[in-house]
Every structure is written in C-alpha cells, then in structure tokens.
C-alpha cells in the first residue's frame, strides 16, 4: 500500500498522559497503544526515558518498550514507536531493552530518506530529544541552558544512530510561545536551532507549539524564516497544543506550507509539567477528520479512533477534549 500523503504522529501515550497526576497503570498504557495501532496510527509516541523524579508518569517506559518488541501490536501496517531521551542516561535505559530484543526490532533510520518504512511485522523503534527555544523553558524542562542541551543531543543522536542506527526526531519547544517569555521568541533562533540538530544528525525537527499560543500569521513567519534558512519542508514536523483552539488553523497555515507530518493525540489528552495551563495537543479525531475534509489520506479509521478517545478520556476520568468526537458519539 502507499504512503499516506499526511503522516500523523500520535503523541497520546506520551504527551497525552505525561501530565496526568494519577498513576495509570502499565496495562491501560499498553492498551492504550494497541488500540491506537489498530485504528491506523503508524508512528506512536509511547513513553519517554526521562527521570522519573520529574516525570513520574512515565516510569513505565522500559517495560512498555519491552513489551511492544515483544508482543507488537497486530495493525493493518508497519509500526514505528518512538521514546522521548534528553540525554545519553536515558538513551542507555532504551538501550538495555533493545540489547535484550536484538531481533524484535527493525532500524528505523539513519538515512536521510524522509520517513522510516518498515516492511516487516517487527516494529521500528525511533529517539526523540527535546530542545527548547527559550532560555527559561530549557532550564525549567532540561535543568541547562540551550547550548548544553545541544551538546548532549549531540551525544544522544550519535550514539543511537552508530549503535542501533535508529531514527531521531529533534523536538524545538515554546517555538510559537514561551509560558516565562510570552510571544517573544524570535523565530530565527528556533532556525538557528533547527539546523543545528539537522546538521547533528536528526531526521526530522518537529516544532512544539508548547502553549498554545501559535497563530495563523506567526506560524507562516516562523515557518518562512525556516526555509530561508534551508530548512526543507519534508524533514518538518508541526506539534501543536490547542490550548486556544488555533491548532487547526495554524495546521491549514502549515499544510498551504507544504508540511506533511502532524502530531496529535487522542482524546485531545496531554500538557507539558513545565508549561503551566498548557492543554492537550490537538485531537486526533479532530485532525483525521480535518484531513478528510481537504481529501487526504491519513490511514486512520476515524470511527476506530473516536471510540479510543471515548475509552481512555473515561478510563483515567478526564473530559473528552476532541470536539469531532463528541460531535461523532452525539455526547
Ligand atoms: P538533572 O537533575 O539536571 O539531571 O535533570 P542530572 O543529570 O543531574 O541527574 C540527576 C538524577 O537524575 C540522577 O539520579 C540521574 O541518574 C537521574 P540520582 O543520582 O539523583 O539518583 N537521571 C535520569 N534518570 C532516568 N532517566 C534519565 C535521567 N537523567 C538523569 N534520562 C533531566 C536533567 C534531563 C534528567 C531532567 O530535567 C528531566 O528528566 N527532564 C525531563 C522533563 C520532561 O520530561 N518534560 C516533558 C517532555 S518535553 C515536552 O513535553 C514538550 C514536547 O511535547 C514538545 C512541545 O509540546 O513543545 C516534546
Ligand atoms: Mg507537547
């Protein structure tokens, strides 16, 4: 089957339940997962080897990580899962897993060819690090300034490239607004960042709309000012958080653009710990049907994942924050 023309990352498993301040248990994280794999997301965020002193929620992520090599998900395509790591430490705690599996896995990347295409029924297993494009969200999130992140993103991305050759995506937070520094953040240093990590070796930059605060017009400048600095749109991911409800006007802006990869997360869950009165990224019930709206192929069931959202909003007893999921179940 062909590529779909639109790529969603679901993000739900990670950003969607980051933040939640009850431990959800290990088996409705894996169901979570293999629910979403079913309804047709391909690439899923599903934890992130961060501390567990700080993000106590995702303590969980070696054993999800084992779990899904061992016991992958049946789905109507090849999967990739992707891991949060800000630093070598938590690439490692990745590594003993994978050096557990060494053939339940299939290398996602370390090419230079755009999106990994798995042809197996073994699952591809991507990295993701984070930079921040303020100064005060990198030391809240990463505790250090943005140069020494970049230094250990250095590290990080070398390391799973050489030794696992795995696909790395490079985050770039607050990109649109800062939660300290408020809409003052000058796009060309999120440029300066982009390429930077691209130059390291990422495969693909995605850009965190972090608060919510992204609008129509920034969106364009920022992404203007990063293809005058030869930021090639293909290797551009948008991650918005719909905290004033622009998430989908800011992705028309970025489609018009000619980015082609989203991050969504079912149920509309989620929230930064380190960005106070940050809400959930964008649905992801309300980004298929968006894209069906304008005739593009997502690969997702939207009935499938409007049932998910449904499941897990009352599973961990949140609201159901997609407006097309409600809109579906006539709630
Ligand atoms: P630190 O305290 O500076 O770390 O935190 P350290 O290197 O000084 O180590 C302190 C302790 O943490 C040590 O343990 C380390 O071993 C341990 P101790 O000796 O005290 O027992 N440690 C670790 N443990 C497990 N895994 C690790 C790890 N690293 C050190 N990887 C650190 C620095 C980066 C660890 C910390 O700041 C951290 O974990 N930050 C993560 C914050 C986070 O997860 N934020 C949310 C994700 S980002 C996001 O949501 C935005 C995004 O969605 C995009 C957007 O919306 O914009 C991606
Ligand atoms: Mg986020």
Not at 41 to 52: K, Q, R
Not at 97 to 113: C, H, I, R, W
Not at 161 to 172: D, P, S
Not at 207 to 224: F, V, Y
Request: include cysteine.
């Amino acid at each position: 089957s062909k590529a779909p023309p639109v790529k969603l990352v679901e993000v739900g498993p990670r950003d969607g339940l980051q933040n939640e301040p009850n431990p959800i248990s290990l088996a409705t994280k894996l169901e979570l997962i293999e629910k979403l794999a079913k309804a047709g997301l391909t690439t899923i965020e599903a934890g992130s080897f961060v501390s567990p002193k700080w993000v106590p929620q995702m303590d969980h992520s070696s054993e999800i990580l084992e779990h899904l090599l061992q016991k992958p998900p049946t789905a109507p395509n090849p999967l990739t899962f992707s891991f949060l790591a800000p630093n070598i430490k938590g690439l490692n705690n990745a590594f003993n897993v994978l050096a557990k599996n060494p053939t339940s896995f299939v290398a996602s990347g370390g090419g230079d060819d755009g999106s990994p295409q798995p042809t197996t029924s073994k699952p591809a297993v991507e990295i993701a690090v984070f930079a921040a494009g303020t100064e005060s969200f990198s030391q809240k999130n990463l505790n250090c300034s943005i140069e020494t992140s970049l230094q250990r993103f250095r590290e990080v991305i070398q390391a799973a490239k050489e030794t696992h050759a795995l696909r790395v995506r490079a985050y770039i937070s607050v990109v649109l607004g800062c939660p300290f520094e408020g809409y003052d953040v000058d796009p060309h240093r999120i440029a300066r960042i982009a390429t930077d990590l691209l130059e390291m070796g990422a495969d693909e930059i995605a850009l965190g709309d972090t608060t919510g605060m992204g609008t129509a017009p920034r969106t364009k400048e920022l992404l203007t000012c990063l293809g005058q600095a030869g930021v090639r749109t293909e290797d551009v991911a948008m991650h918005f958080h719909d905290t004033y409800g622009q998430a989908l006007v800011n992705t028309a802006v970025a489609l018009e653009h000619g980015i082609r990869t989203f991050d969504c997360s079912v149920g509309g869950l989620g929230g930064c710990p380190y960005s106070p009165g940050a809400t959930g990224n964008v649905a992801t019930e309300d980004m298929v049907y968006f894209m069906e709206t304008l005739g593009m192929d997502t690969g997702v069931d939207l009935d499938a994942v409007v049932d998910v959202g449904a499941w897990i909003t009352k599973e961990i007893g949140k609201e159901n924050a997609s407006t097309v999921g409600k809109a579906v179940l006539g709630a």
